[in-house]
């Protein structure tokens, strides 16, 4: 399974670290990543704000699960978008997002 990590912080890093470690990820990848995360995941060059970019690229590469770590891309409606386009997304959608962020 190609698994994407949407991110580039400490949380992402762990969240890579752990997919890393599964049998079932045969891909991984992170967008935009780190220095760290390179040595788990192939990063990619595409900010967390970009969603076109991030659904052209899992359209393209045959991204099967995407992880969604930022708060901002999630109160933004990245996995609601996601999932209109076929792509399977872990996070809350834009409304559960916007509850959790507004505190």
């Not at 788990?40 to 995407?66: M, S, T």
């Not at 999630?74 to 997002?97: C, H, M, Y």
Request: charged share 20%.
């Amino acid at each position: 399974m190609h698994v994407l990590v949407i991110g580039s912080g400490g949380r992402e890093h762990a969240l890579c670290w752990g997919v890393a470690r599964s049998p079932l990820a045969t891909r991984l990848s992170c967008s935009p990543g780190n220095g760290g995360i390179a040595n788990l995941a192939e990063c990619v060059d595409i900010g967390v704000e970009n969603f076109d970019d991030i659904i052209a690229y899992c359209l393209k590469e045959k991204v099967e699960f995407v992880i969604v770590g930022p708060e901002a891309p999630l109160v933004d409606g990245l996995v609601d978008q996601l999932e209109q386009a076929g792509v399977l997304a872990f996070g809350p959608n834009q409304r559960a997002a916007i509850l959790e962020g507004s505190k």
